[in-house]
């Protein structure tokens, strides 16, 4: 969990809407987040694609037999008595939030078997106009991104997605995105002081690449790359 909880900042709210979907806040910044959360269409919409984002990656999961030690820890921290645990009903009970521990203890700590898909420090999830998911993005702080095709949208033939990154106001091309599966790209060396706050964006090009490195189709989608502040869940 991280030290400071500025909202007034966009980056931190940004955060903040994560670290609230997978239950990482402490009471009075949930109750600080959830305050805003109520009267902000735009925080609304950043916890809805936290919550996608993160539904999506659960899916590429194997179940996660939880740590012996898992339940003292939360009983630990709800100050519950250990002899309640003991207590079928309680079990039962708590079956839910054991079930979103080892969800997220496996989101944080575990990277898919059979996926390439790789965890990242930052992420892009690239939407359609519609709001539907066509791409995610995962980074790593050397530069190296992957990109997994979630359900883009069909193309014009001999049409594809290219994504950019801006350089100092110009566009910089790094690849042609995958209709389907995944695909891997590397960030130009120059540009990884930029990466944490450039501009992205998806635009429609020919498969073979915009015509002279500039973008020339419409935009599909664009942001920025959203920092995944914690690697770890400790109980």
Same mark, same amino acid.
């Given at each position: ?42 925080? =609304? ?19 996660? /037999? ?19 645990? =003991? ?25 898919? /078997? ?15 106009? &519609? ?12 530069? /190296? ?12 033939? !001999?049409? !594809? ?18 209709? =389907? ?8 060396? /120059? ?24 973008? &020339? ?19």
């Amino acid at each position: 969990m991280h030290d400071t909880f500025g909202l007034n900042d966009p980056d931190e709210r940004e955060m903040a809407a994560g670290e609230y979907v997978l239950g990482t806040l402490d009471r009075d910044q949930r109750a600080e987040f959830e305050a805003l959360l109520a009267v902000s269409p735009g925080l =609304q919409h950043s916890v809805d694609a936290w919550r996608e984002h993160l539904q999506l990656l659960n899916q590429q999961l194997e179940p996660v /037999k939880p740590p012996s030690q898992l339940w003292s820890g939360i009983a630990t921290r709800l100050g519950l008595k250990t002899g309640l645990l =003991q207590r079928l009903g309680f079990w039962r009970g708590f079956s839910g939030l054991a079930t979103a521990a080892a969800l997220a203890l496996a989101l944080l700590t575990l990277a898919p /078997k059979e996926s390439g898909m790789m965890p990242g420090e930052y992420v892009f999830v690239i939407n359609q106009p &519609s709001g539907q998911t066509a791409w995610i993005l995962n980074a790593t702080l050397d530069g /190296k991104m992957m990109v997994q095709a979630v359900s883009p949208d069909p193309m014009p033939e !001999g049409k !594809g997605g290219e994504l950019w990154m801006m350089e100092n106001g110009t566009p910089v091309s790094l690849g042609m995105l995958p209709t =389907q599966g995944e695909a891997t790209m590397q960030l130009p060396t /120059k540009m990884l002081g930029l990466m944490k706050t450039a501009d992205f964006a998806v635009s429609m090009e020919p498969s073979a690449g915009a015509p002279g490195g500039k973008p &020339s189709g419409p935009v599909i989608d664009e942001g920025k790359l959203i920092q995944i502040r914690s690697n770890t869940v400790s109980l």
